[in-house]
């Protein structure tokens, strides 16, 4: 069976590139690996058939010679660990980068995510705006704490690693809030991210399935 990767028929992310599919997209990219694609609509997701290869009904799943993964920080790490591009060959510069993806999904993204369901949860309570300014004060300590650790380096580590993949895919997140361009290293860090070709591949093969959604409506 060919590596099989599961993402939305449907993407609810408007073409933007934030489903998690995308981080595990452009980590094949980079590693150089073909995949097919199984799309599911929301109903399915829910069905045993899909629970059978991610127990909360959700994407992505990965499928490779029988072994079935789920969540895309998981699926990231395995690949990185099995194929070069990824991760650094040093021992200690690879578990570095390992932190960092971690970081980004345990550390970073947790205050984004709060703050992007906030303002579809409680815009017509009458404290929604001084909860906003609570949620992106928190928000500016974590990016304050990461653009003072890139500094005026390229990359968190010496090389593009796993963890820039994650961080990056986070980061993406804060597009169109202005948070994001009040440290314009990190700006500039997502651009670059941006800019490779293994991410421009992947954002195009998930734009084009949700083209093709929104021309079968």
């Excluded at 590596?3 to 609810?12: E, G, M």
């Excluded at 790490?77 to 390992?98: E, K, V």
């Excluded at 651009?191 to 083209?211: I, M, N």
């Amino acid at each position: 069976m060919p590596l099989t990767l599961t993402v939305f028929a449907a993407s609810p992310d408007e073409g933007r590139g934030l489903a998690r599919d995308m981080g595990v997209r452009w980590a094949l990219e980079e590693a150089g690996l073909a995949y097919d694609v199984r799309t599911l609509s929301f109903a399915a997701m829910k069905q045993p058939a899909h629970r059978v290869r991610q127990p909360f009904g959700q994407i992505p799943t990965y499928e490779e010679d029988g072994l079935i993964l789920f969540e895309s920080g998981a699926i990231i790490l395995h690949i990185a660990q099995h194929h070069a591009g990824l991760l650094p060959d040093d021992p200690d510069g690879s578990a570095r980068a390992i932190a960092w993806l971690f970081a980004a999904l345990s550390t970073v993204e947790p205050p984004i995510i709060a703050r992007s369901m906030a303002g579809f949860t409680i815009r017509d309570k009458p404290w929604y705006g001084e909860q906003m300014a609570l949620l992106d004060d928190q928000l500016r300590v974590r990016l304050t704490d990461l653009s003072r650790q890139l500094g005026d380096a390229p990359w968190l580590e010496q090389a593009f690693s796993a963890g820039d993949l994650m961080m990056i895919v986070v980061l993406r997140r804060l597009a169109g809030t202005g948070l994001l361009e009040e440290h314009p290293n990190l700006a500039a860090y997502v651009a670059r991210g941006e800019a490779r070709p293994a991410f421009q591949r992947a954002f195009a093969a998930q734009h084009a399935l949700f083209v093709a959604g929104r021309e079968a409506n």
